[in-house]
């Protein structure tokens, strides 16, 4: 099994900056991607941001050029680098790794975009 620990999330200011991060953990060898996604109230679950193993990289259009997604393979961790937030960024973020037909996934961590 595969368990994924977000952090990171809380209240920030528009035109503010996040970093979210991801521990992964347990049978980690075969894992291929890696990614974020978030849910807002009342909507469904969406795409922000995947890497894969080789640090091949996509974003969703919403956020490209104010979000990054990096990796740490040494330390198992995933990041979400955010700049230039704005309110309707508000969702919680969950954080997913996987393989094949499998994807594993974090609970989540919220972030809340006011003023």
């Known amino acids: 099994q595969v368990q994924l620990v977000e952090s990171g999330g809380g209240l920030v200011q528009p035109g503010g900056s996040l970093r979210l991060s991801c521990v992964v953990s347990?049978?980690?060898?075969?894992?291929?991607?890696f990614g974020w996604y978030r849910q807002a109230p009342g909507k469904q679950r969406d795409l922000v941001a995947t890497i894969l193993r080789d640090d091949t990289t996509n974003y969703a259009d919403s956020v490209k050029g104010r979000f990054t997604i990096s990796r740490d393979g040494a330390n198992n961790m995933v990041y979400l680098q955010m700049n230039s937030l704005k309110p309707e960024d508000t969702a919680v973020y969950y954080c997913t790794a996987g393989v094949g037909a499998t994807d594993y996934w974090g609970k989540g961590t919220l972030v809340t975009v006011s003023s």
């Open positions: 347990g049978r980690i060898f075969s894992l291929y991607r």
